[in-house]
């Protein structure tokens, strides 16, 4: 990330000292096992909270958050640093706009990424959308033609608007399973994970309420309906997965291309289109040239 300004990471401040005291921990166990830098890349469909939840994280608004679409679709990324610790977040425009996934954007967000190393994915989407659909998982296929099926090892989920009332007959804790449970399978058969593949790819899901309005525990941190202070639970999360034993996502040609639906890796169709002109066309015509010069008869004079 030679280049890049990396500011202070002044926004810690900000949070109350409880969730400071858990931040100050979570990047101390990233630094003892040598990671001095976190890159975390921001993906989802437009609108879903992507920008908010990066300036809840980093407790500043490093990002423009919009309640209509985006002006300015391209990456941002942002660095913070403390204690000798980097923390980079990439945001990234919604994948989704007017019911289809955006290419343009997804060709945006390769180019921006070449030569970097993605350590955690956040996939952003809502807890109150209650349907999942195609869209969705042309969403996951995408990300995962871009940069490979690996990506999911370094996922996880995150769900905005987290602080809300079930509807009738459910408990949160029923929405948040049934939301999460349906995501999930739409990621696994996205990103064609496997019956069997799915202990290998154990996707985490965090809840996140950006709202100024979100709720606070004694200590003043903002916490969810189940009264856990999500910040810290958050960066927990991710610190898992940066540490879970798989290597970042280095994001060069190797990992585009091979994955990029649109380069064919062996095109097989001239090939087949011989052999199916030897079989159905040559060899009948062979066969009855023969036929024909063993039936012919030699005239007398020769
Ligand atoms: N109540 C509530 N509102 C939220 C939450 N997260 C985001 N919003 C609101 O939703 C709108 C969109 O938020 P953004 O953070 O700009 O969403 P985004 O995914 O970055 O949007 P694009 O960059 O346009 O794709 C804004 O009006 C936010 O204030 C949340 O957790 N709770
Ligand atoms: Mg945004």
Known sequence: MAG???KEWAGIQQFPVATQEKLVDLLAKLKNQNADTLTILVMGKGGVGKSSTI???IGERVVTVSAFQSETPRPVMVSRSRAGFTLNIIDTPGLVEGGYVNDQVF???KRFLMTKTIDVLLYVDRLDAYRVDDLDKQVVKAITDSFGKEIWHKAMVVLTHAQ???PDALTYEELFSKRSESLLKCVRQGARISKKDVQNFAI??????NSG???KNEHDE???PTGTPWIPNVVHAITDIALNGHGGILVD???IHPFNPSIPKHNVMPFLAFVLQYFFVIKPIQKQIKYDVSRETIPSWA
Do not use: H, T
């Open 253 to 255: 040609q190797k990992v």
């Open 4 to 6: 890049q300004l990396v």
């Open 222 to 224: 903002k916490i969810l």
């Open 107 to 109: 060709d945006s967000i």
């Open 55 to 57: 300036n809840s994280i």
């Open 204 to 209: 985490p899901v965090a809840l996140v309420e």
């Open 164 to 166: 809300l009332s079930p």
């Open 213 to 215: 309005r979100c709720n």
